[in-house]
């Protein structure tokens, strides 16, 4: 099973950035979402295709439908600058990454 | 809270064997779904392997008859025994532990460690 996500994309500060990662029916799985800066650990942003964990800012925000999810950041900030990667399971599916997208805010 | 501290990595050559370890705290190995997730110089996240609150494992292909996770209770430790390595096992290598919903069978991987770099080169 493969997920597809851009490599990479740009985004204005305080506009909206959309990532978006396929797979066939992916919107019948499970997808979850990370965040890893630089010399960092990933980070959980989004679990099961639309919820947030507590300490994630109201700016991050998932949608699933189809073969495609998407994470959506409203007002991006500087410090959203990061890899981005989906994540997908179900019981017929082991837990494959996408292949990550680099978000440039600029 | 939650600590995941990852040991072991080192340079070796290929052919060669590696055991990594995780000292867990803030959680109990036994009753919690751990996970290794692995990423290349420059390349993205790549599941390998997985250890069940029941003990059963699952790895994923690319490492399938080589890794073996497993996990010493009364340590509270979990383990990646690796052998046969090739270059393309080059990675830092993250000790995960994974959230489980038991009513609805969602699950993420929720607390990461810091990783711990393998090299393998002649």
């Known amino acids: 099973y493969e997920l597809s996500q851009p490599p990479s994309m740009s985004v204005s500060p305080g506009q909206t950035a959309s990532i978006t990662c396929t797979g066939e029916?992916?919107?019948?799985?499970?997808t979850c979402w990370y965040q890893q800066k630089p010399g960092q650990s990933p980070v959980l942003v989004i679990y099961?295709?639309?919820r947030r964990p507590s300490k994630i800012p109201e700016r991050f925000s998932g949608s699933s439908f189809g073969n495609t999810a998407t994470l959506t950041i409203s007002g991006t900030q500087t410090m959203d600058e990061a890899d981005y990667y989906c994540?997908?399971?179900?019981?017929?599916?082991?837990?494959?990454f996408g292949g990550g997208t680099t978000v440039t805010v600029l | 809270e939650v600590q995941l501290v990852e040991s072991g990595g080192n340079l070796i050559h290929p052919g060669e064997s590696l055991r990594l370890s995780c000292a867990v705290s803030?959680?109990?190995?036994?009753?919690?779904?751990m996970s290794w997730v692995r990423q290349a110089p420059g390349k993205g996240l790549e599941w390998i392997s997985i250890?069940?609150?029941?003990?059963?494992?699952y790895d994923a292909e690319s490492v399938k008859g080589r890794f073996t996770i497993s996990r010493d209770n009364s340590k509270n430790t979990l383990y990646l025994q690796m052998n046969s390595l090739r270059a393309e096992d080059t990675a830092v290598y993250y000790c995960?532990?994974?959230?489980?919903?038991?009513?609805?069978?969602?699950?993420?991987?929720?607390?990461w460690g810091q990783g711990t770099l393998v090299t393998v080169s002649s």
């Open positions: 995960v532990s994974m959230h489980y919903d038991v009513l609805s069978g969602y699950r993420y991987f929720e607390d």
């Open positions: 803030g959680v109990t190995v036994r009753n919690t779904y």
């Open positions: 250890i069940y609150s029941g003990g059963s494992t």
């Open positions: 029916n992916l919107g019948k799985k499970d």
């Open positions: 099961q295709n639309t």
């Open positions: 994540q997908a399971w179900d019981s017929t599916t082991p837990y494959v």
